[in-house]
């Protein structure tokens, strides 16, 4: 555990300025926290903590911004691999495990919803700086499913093939056989093979399943 002696340094990404002025305001009043910037797109918060990660201690991000769905998706990968030492919390309205499983597997130390309150998003920040993960009880129940899951998997309970997870991850974006065999470039025979190895493996009884599956377990980040 990390134990915090001086204000805990934060970063803000929303694009909704009403609510990140709130937020920033909050923020502010707290003795123990600084804020040291506020940013409504990923690119000008990417810049600058490409610039002086060395100063920030938690950056708090949106999942949906500037009409991009996944933009924090993508920002929170750039920190947690070229930054790890950035503790990264995820503050937004969606609470659905199709945005959850894919941040938590992506490194994201914690997570709440905008509509909990003031109070979680200050201990959430204090929680991240101590080195400590910081689920909101919304959706701790998805993230404790997800964590199960992925040490299940790497346990060898659910173990797919690469090209297994090939197949899964296009047909959990929707496309049919022929469509998977085109961007694979393989024959739709090896890719019906593959279809029915998911399905016994993972116990599934149709497509519908496996594309439920892929998408509600992070193997699909965005549906084109």
Request: aromatic share 4%; net charge negative.
């Amino acid at each position: 555990m990390t134990i915090q002696t001086n204000p805990i340094r934060v970063i803000l990404v929303d694009d909704h300025k009403i609510l990140l002025d709130g937020i920033a305001n909050l923020i502010e009043k707290n003795p123990g926290i600084k804020l040291l910037a506020c940013f409504d797109n990923q690119d000008e918060a990417l810049k600058t903590i490409r610039d002086k990660n060395q100063e920030i201690d938690v950056a708090v991000l949106d999942i949906s911004m500037n009409k991009e769905p996944l933009a924090g998706l993508r920002l929170c990968q750039e920190i947690r691999e070229n930054f790890p030492h950035i503790r990264v919390l995820i503050m937004t309205m969606h609470d659905q495990s199709k945005y959850i499983t894919p941040l938590v597997k992506a490194g994201a130390n914690g997570y709440i919803l905008k509509e909990k309150g003031q109070d979680e998003l200050l201990e959430a920040i204090q929680t991240l700086a101590k080195g400590e993960e910081y689920y909101g009880k919304a959706i701790v129940k998805t993230v404790m499913d997800t964590i199960a899951n992925r040490v299940e998997a790497d346990h060898g309970v659910v173990k797919l093939t690469s090209r297994e997870v090939d197949v899964l991850k296009l047909l959990g974006k929707g496309h049919s056989s022929r469509e998977v065999a085109e961007k694979l470039f393989i024959e739709k025979s090896t890719v019906e093979t593959h279809k029915n190895h998911i399905r016994e493996k993972l116990d599934l009884k149709n497509v519908k399943e496996i594309i439920i599956f892929a998408r509600e377990n992070g193997y699909v980040d965005d549906i084109e």
